[in-house]
């Protein structure tokens, strides 16, 4: 990855045994960090996901406009412990950045559709690669599964982030209408066995998540 390519940064934070009752104070958390990040330079779009089986999961999604201006914010010190700090109180967290290598080409991940409703969900998938398995071959995999996906009434866009830290990593960012439309398709057939073919190359966990905040939906609004 050059530091010129826009990078996209996934946060997944489970909240702790001790703090499952404070998912609202984890969305005002939130809301500090949106409008602290909203004055940085580089940020092109922000949006805050919530697990709809497992409420006490959340996802961040930040879109930056290049590596460099991602890291002089999450390398600065004062906005960790002004901002970010209350997340790692809260919540574990594990976290992948990188480019997008396949999917939506727009920096911000907004497709020609616009910027999705306020019932989208989002199905975000994360790949780990097997020992031995082949950067290719899974890639390949995961572009067949895609175009049966795309197929589908209620798909939006998707963008595959590849981690910049670790080559073996992905994550897969799938916009949808909403929940019903995602459902009959994670039960079909199909789906079944692309789960398989891409289980050989790779460990793959995913979830289902309602978009509680997406900055990109409320500049459309305000347009």
Do not use: C
Request: hydrophobic share 45%; proline share 3%.
């Amino acid at each position: 990855m050059t530091d010129n390519a826009p990078v996209v940064a996934v946060a997944h934070f489970v909240l702790k045994d001790k703090h499952k009752a404070k998912g609202a104070e984890f969305e005002k958390a939130y809301q500090t960090y949106k409008e602290a990040v909203s004055q940085r330079d580089g940020l092109l779009r922000t949006a805050l996901l919530r697990g709809i089986s497992a409420p006490d999961s959340f996802v961040i999604l930040t879109w930056w406009r290049d590596a460099e201006t991602h890291r002089t914010v999450v390398g600065d010190w004062q906005f960790f412990t002004a901002v970010s700090s209350r997340f790692v109180y809260l919540a574990g967290i594990t976290s992948v950045h990188g480019p997008v290598s396949a999917g939506e080409s727009g920096a911000d991940g907004v497709g020609q559709g616009g910027a999705p409703a306020a019932d989208a969900a989002v199905a975000l998938t994360t790949f780990t690669l097997r020992e031995g398995a082949d950067q290719e071959a899974f890639e390949s995999a995961f572009l067949g599964h895609v175009s049966f996906v795309k197929g589908n009434e209620g798909f939006l866009t998707h963008q595959l982030v590849h981690s910049d830290r670790e080559s073996g990593s992905y994550v897969n960012i799938g916009w949808w209408s909403g929940p019903q439309a995602y459902a009959p398709v994670l039960k079909s057939p199909e789906m079944a066995a692309d789960a398989r073919r891409m289980a050989e190359h790779a460990e793959v966990q995913g979830g289902l998540y309602s978009v509680v905040v997406d900055t990109a939906r409320a500049e459309a609004l305000a347009a």
